[in-house]
């Protein structure tokens, strides 16, 4: 009995002196701060909705087929590539005499809907002005990015923890201090960026056929994208 009590003496007395000696080792001196940072960039790849319809000229009814060739040729002649013009819906409506039984084929009205591909809108309103513009049902941008979004992204994530490096050294300097290396790195917000729409771009208008092609389109005022990323990052003080 003796024997296992000085045994567990012995593992108290070892524990109670590692625990004195952890309790001895100095704390780690450290800082920490957060950084962000925020670039803007301009769009390169724009996604453009273009919905054509089918309309009757008098008694003539003008198919949704010819208005698609002529948007096909449109864009070729723009110098767009035709695998940037795709075909996102088709729809259509008997609506107009729904009571008959046996429709003519003039009674169904077809509609389909393009997304164009584009790197700017220089070209938008030729392609439009070469469309029967009674065939032209709406337009509006999607979309847009950037084609380098994810160099982008790691741009503004470097830039977020240098501007956390900056302010722990600026802080440090303050009371004579300095920075002695980095201990911990944490994204807090990353990879958000806000797909701004522009000011106006939900619609294309012509309220005079005589109009030229310039003015039939409202001028489009492109905001940047913003792309930003926030830190938290823990450095050792010397």
């Known amino acids: 009995m003796k024997k296992v009590m000085f045994i567990l003496a012995g593992l108290f007395l070892s524990t109670l002196s590692q625990a004195q000696q952890t309790d001895n080792k100095p704390p780690v001196k450290k800082i920490e701060v957060t950084g962000s940072a925020e670039i803007e960039i301009t769009p390169d790849e724009i996604y453009l909705d273009i919905a054509l319809r089918e309309y009757k ?101 470097v830039k977020a923890l240098q501007a956390a490096k900056a302010k722990a050294g600026y802080m440090l300097e303050g009371i004579g201090d300095k920075i002695d290396g980095v201990l911990e790195v944490q994204e807090i917000n990353t990879d958000n960026y806000s797909d701004v729409r522009p000011l106006m771009a939900n619609a294309y208008m012509r309220s005079d056929k005589a109009m030229d092609t310039e003015s039939a389109m409202p001028d489009i005022d492109f905001k940047t994208i913003k792309v930003r990323a926030e830190v938290r990052a823990v450095f050792f003080i010397k």
């Open 57 to 157: 000229n008098k008694t003539t009814k003008v198919e949704i087929g010819v208005l698609e060739k002529q948007l096909q040729k449109a864009v070729l002649d723009a110098g767009i590539a035709p695998a940037d013009l795709t075909v996102s819906n088709v729809f259509g409506n008997n609506y107009e005499q729904w009571w008959v039984k046996k429709k003519k084929v003039t009674d169904f009205m077809a509609r389909k809907q393009f997304r164009l591909k584009l790197s700017k809108l220089d070209k938008v309103n030729a392609i439009l002005g070469a469309v029967d513009e009674e065939g032209i049902e709406s337009v509006n941008i999607s979309s847009y990015t950037s084609s380098k979004m994810e160099e982008y992204r790691k741009e503004v994530k």
